[in-house]
């Protein structure tokens, strides 16, 4: 299971970082993304990280303004989210991939996710 935390309201302009955690030995088997809904819009990518986390991936909407890492000995996965705006509003689901070789940026490619955090930046 995926617990995902760390949203909240915030200003424009500030920061939050999101956490997400898993019990069990596999995590580092795990490629892991975080994705966000807003309200009446798809779910989207917005970054990801390798197993080992030597390699990121990053939405062109957050790239420069958010960071993703992992520390694998603590099962959990982190997004670092600086300069928020108000288009970043929406619920950020962390997602786990197992099966792929590759860190990819389709949901159906993740087969594991979170309950789900709120984030909201207002203006």
């Known amino acids: 299971q995926l617990q995902a935390s760390g949203g909240g309201l915030v200003q424009a302009g500030g920061s939050l970082r999101l956490s997400c955690a898993t019990s069990?030995?596999?995590?580092?088997?795990?490629?892991m993304g975080w994705f966000r809904q807003a309200p009446g819009k798809e779910r989207e990518f917005v970054a990801a990280?390798?197993?080992?986390?030597?390699?990121?991936y990053y939405a062109d909407s957050v790239k420069g303004r958010f960071t993703i890492s992992r520390v694998n000995a603590k099962n959990t996965v982190y997004l670092q989210m600086n300069s928020l705006e108000p288009e970043d509003t929406a619920v950020y689901y962390c997602?786990?991939?197992?099966?792929?070789?590759?860190?990819?940026?389709?949901?159906?490619?993740?087969?594991?996710w979170g309950q789900g955090t709120q984030v909201t930046v207002s203006s």
């Open positions: 997602a786990a991939d197992g099966d792929s070789v590759y860190v990819s940026r389709t949901r159906p490619n993740y087969d594991y």
């Open positions: 990280i390798s197993r080992s986390g030597s390699s990121t």
């Open positions: 069990g030995r596999t995590f580092s088997t795990y490629i």
